[in-house]
């Protein structure tokens, strides 16, 4: 069986939620026992390093295009050709011309619930791309629970017709060490608070600020607050409200981390801080628990499905109760093991090798029945 995966984001460098679903995703593809019997294409715009060797089963597929929408025009004319048996879109542009066998991964539907936390323009093609992905694709897969929810829901996708597959998290393979990398000017830090995520207004930056306002002038805790990602929409609010705060000397933005940065951060951390508005997973969460690092999270849409009973959840608006909640895990030696050992114990229930081989079950179904 000949499967085709549009495969753009896994060649990623700067990888965030998606890209490093796709790459994960590949990579324990390719190492599946079961997967050997298969033709895997990947399908790309300019190829390069995935950092591991592929199979010879298989392929990378590079689709040159000068010009925008290589989805929707470059693939649809792969597609044409009509040589994979069943095409998976990691991220949930369908292009126009498509394999009847396709399989969709869909994240999240977040631009439903706070349109105006993205440009117009963007909000109305994740819309249009979404509901055309959902009603044209053989199968859906959904990363979480809420994230089913919201299609059975908002755009009357039958529940048969959506698999939930969870992602993994890679356990920490990189030492906990007090001098930081690049971005941070080779600056040592200890006693922090971290977020880690695309600095932008749908995350809730804003509102972790507020908090850590609240947090600094209430406990006198002398705490820095780490802010780790790449701007967003929104950065410049962002920005403003960062400048404008007596604290401002204590908040401090890496920008992107690579891989080792973002390792050395986690594992220094003193707690990890994630209110964000709305996730279709929040891999970040999984990530903490994994390096030991208690978690703050929002009580909404994916993100208690996914942090379990590892995790202190909020109002995202709440931002007196995440302050309390930000020294109750910091002084309270009992409550900070509790939430470290369950968040060791939930992360036992997400596998990349799992999701894969879910996935791999997916693409297989139409041939398998």
Request: hydrophobic share 40%; proline share 4%.
């Amino acid at each position: 069986m000949i499967i085709g995966i549009h495969s753009i984001a896994a060649f990623k460098k700067q990888k965030t939620g998606v890209e490093e679903y796709a790459f994960q995703l590949i990579k324990h593809l390719a190492m599946l026992p079961e997967a050997r019997e298969h033709h895997f294409l990947l399908y790309t715009d300019k190829g390069g390093d995935l950092g591991f060797d592929l199979p010879e089963n298989f392929e990378i597929r590079i689709l040159k295009w000068s010009a925008f929408a290589w989805t929707q025009a470059r693939l649809s004319l792969e597609m044409l050709k009509k040589e994979c048996d069943v095409l998976f879109i990691p991220a949930h542009v369908l292009p126009i011309v498509h394999s009847r066998n396709s399989v969709v991964a869909i994240h999240g539907l977040e631009y439903e619930y706070f349109p105006e936390h993205y440009p117009f323009w963007f909000s109305k093609y994740l819309r249009w791309s979404t509901k055309y992905a959902a009603r044209n694709a053989r199968k859906i897969t959904t990363v979480s629970n809420n994230t089913k929810k919201d299609l059975v829901e908002l755009y009357g996708v039958s529940e048969k017709k959506i698999k939930v597959i969870h992602h993994g998290v890679e356990k920490s393979e990189i030492p906990p060490a007090k001098i930081f990398a690049k971005n941070l000017g080779g600056q040592e830090f200890k006693n922090y608070i971290l977020y880690i995520g695309r600095i932008e207004l749908k995350k809730n930056i804003v509102g972790i600020i507020k908090a850590f306002e609240i947090f600094k002038e209430k406990y006198k805790l002398p705490h820095k607050l780490i802010l780790a990602g790449s701007p967003g929409f929104g950065y410049e609010k962002i920005k403003y409200q960062i400048l404008h705060t007596k604290y401002k000397n204590t908040i401090i933005e890496t920008g992107y981390v690579d891989n080792e940065e973002k390792e050395r951060l986690y594992n220094n951390a003193s707690l990890f801080l994630f209110p964000s508005f709305y996730e279709g997973f929040g891999m970040p969460i999984l990530e903490a628990q994994a390096r030991g690092v208690p978690v703050i999270s929002s009580n909404i849409s994916s993100m208690p499905e996914v942090g379990g009973r590892g995790a202190l959840y909020v109002d995202p608006n709440g931002y007196n109760d995440i302050a309390d909640k930000m020294y109750a895990l910091l002084t309270d030696e009992n409550l900070r093991n509790d939430m470290i050992n369950k968040g060791y114990e939930n992360i036992k229930k997400f596998s990349w090798e799992k999701c894969a081989r879910e996935t791999l079950n997916v693409l297989l179904d139409r041939v398998l029945e």
